[in-house]
């Protein structure tokens, strides 16, 4: 897909027509690519891509704990929480523009991406059953 306004068509397309599952895993997923991104560029010296990294995982982070439901979920107010924390760490991360704390942070990050990934994966082949059946 070489053609720009294609690619952004078909970027479109699958944000709308992902169930919430997997627009959440999305999120996670994008969330780590920033971090990964950040850590190289804080390898390479290069504070500015670093810090633009890092700040669109915080924009990912306030996303996250802005549409947790925390009377739906008895473990939202403990994500809630570890989003805090992982927002604080990060704009640590980008004023110190240490990247030990970045690794730190998608230490913590993947295991909950990889979580959501699965139950995004389980609930739709539930839902995929029910139609069947």
């Given at each position: 897909?070489n053609n720009p306004s294609m690619r952004a068509r078909y ?123």
């Amino acid at each position: 897909m070489n053609n720009p306004s294609m690619r952004a068509r078909y970027l479109a397309d699958t944000v709308n027509t992902a169930s919430p599952g997997q627009l959440l895993v999305m999120l996670y997923d994008r969330l780590v690519l920033d971090l990964v991104r950040a850590e190289e560029a804080l390898g390479t010296g290069d504070r500015e891509n670093a810090a633009k990294q890092l700040m669109h995982a915080q924009d990912i982070i306030i996303e996250l704990r802005s549409s947790l439901k925390t009377d739906v979920w008895d473990g939202a107010a403990g994500l809630a929480e570890l989003y805090g924390f992982l927002l604080t760490q990060l704009i640590q991360a980008n004023v110190r523009a240490d990247a030990t704390i970045v690794a730190s942070c998608r230490s913590l990050v993947e295991p909950l991406r990889d979580a959501w990934r699965t139950a995004a994966t389980e609930a739709a082949a539930l839902t995929s059953a029910a139609r069947v059946a």
